[in-house]
């Protein structure tokens, strides 16, 4: 293949098809943790965090039918968003990154403006991003509600090996 088309696919990771099968079996969900990622070591360029991120997107690609260079960007960029990751217990004696069993990706939205939703709401146009508030207020013109906050889910990408166990 073309040596520029592999490496845009490797630094977008557009190519992340490869996941890795755990033969470790499934460890009991209360011993997994689950883990806030830090988006500046994510995107630190330090090989492990590379690894990891590789990871993170191979999940995407394995659970989503819809997957773009602008996943990757909202994660390094937006920074509403925020990424969770299940893991299973690490021994202490580990010197590897563990599986991810499943990622989280969380917009925290709202806060906005009373003003702001009035001002929407005459003009008949929402601003971009904070998904729930304006579609909540403009549904039930309710110019309070936005200035709740609260997170909602972009997309949860669970581990193939994982998906449709019954685990309670």
């Known amino acids: 293949g073309d040596p520029v088309e592999k490496w845009l696919n490797d630094l977008l990771c557009l190519d992340c098809l490869n996941i890795t099968r755990i033969i470790s ?3 009991l969900p209360e011993t997994c943790d689950l883990y806030y990622v830090n988006r500046d070591t994510l995107f ?7 690894t ?3 990871r993170l997107m191979a999940l ?4 989503h039918y819809k997957n773009s260079p602008n996943d990757l960007q909202m994660l390094s960029d937006a920074p509403a968003h925020h990424l969770f990751c299940l893991l299973p217990p690490v021994p202490p004696t580990q010197n590897s990154l563990p599986e991810v069993l499943a990622v989280v ?16 709401l005459s003009r008949g146009k929402k601003a971009s991003g904070d998904l ?19 997170g909602r889910i972009v997309r949860i990408a669970v581990h193939p090996d994982y998906q449709a166990v019954n685990l309670f």
């Open 52 to 54: 990891f991120l590789q």
């Open 132 to 150: 729930i508030p304006w579609n909540i207020s403009e549904q039930f013109q309710d110019p309070d509600f936005g200035s709740l906050s609260g």
């Open 44 to 50: 630190c360029y330090h090989r492990a965090s590379e």
């Open 25 to 27: 079996g499934c460890p």
């Open 105 to 120: 990706q969380v917009c925290l939205e709202g806060e906005i403006s009373r003003q702001s939703i009035m001002n929407s």
């Open 60 to 63: 995407y690609v394995a659970s």
